[in-house]
Nanobody, 118 residues
Framework: QLQLVESGGGLVQPGESLRLSCAAS????????MGWHRQAPGKQRELVAT???????NYADSVKGRFTISRDNAKNTVYLQMNSLKPGDTAVYYC????????????WGQGSQVTVSS
C-alpha cells in the first residue's frame, strides 16, 4: 500500500504564491513518478506537473513558467510551488503517484483546495 498525504492549500489573491507538499509512505518502491493533478468545478481533471524517478519534469501548458514541481527523495516528498496564481488556477489539487507496473497514476492524495480570488 502507498499513502499520499498533502498539505498547503488555501485562499490567496491573484498574483500571490502557494506551495503544496505531499509526503509518500508505504510501498515507495512501486512509484515511477509523482505528480499533481487538479480538478476545477465543472471541468475535467487535468495533469498539472510530473516528476519522474529519473529527474524529468513535465508541465501543463497552462502552468508553465509559473509552477515548479520538485522532489526530496530523502523525505519521499514532492512539492508544487505555485507563483503568479490566477483565478483560473482555482481547483482541488491532488498529489498523485505513478505505479511502475501499470504506468498509470493509481495513487491519489486526499486533495487540497486552492482558491484564487480577490
Amino acid at each position: 500500500q502507498l499513502q499520499l498525504v498533502e498539505s498547503g492549500g488555501g485562499l490567496v489573491q491573484p498574483g500571490e504564491s502557494l506551495r503544496l507538499s505531499c509526503a509518500a509512505s508505504g510501498s515507495i518502491s512501486r512509484i515511477s513518478a509523482m505528480g499533481w493533478h487538479r480538478q476545477a468545478p465543472g471541468k475535467q481533471r487535468e495533469l498539472v506537473a510530473t516528476f519522474t524517478n529519473g529527474g524529468s519534469t513535465n508541465y501543463a501548458d497552462s502552468v508553465k513558467g509559473r509552477f515548479t514541481i520538485s522532489r526530496d527523495n530523502a523525505k519521499n516528498t514532492v512539492y508544487l510551488q505555485m507563483n503568479s496564481l490566477k483565478p483560473g488556477d482555482t481547483a482541488v489539487y491532488y498529489c498523485t503517484a505513478q505505479d511502475a507496473m501499470s504506468g498509470e497514476y493509481d495513487y491519489w492524495g486526499q486533495g487540497s483546495q486552492v482558491t484564487v480570488s480577490s
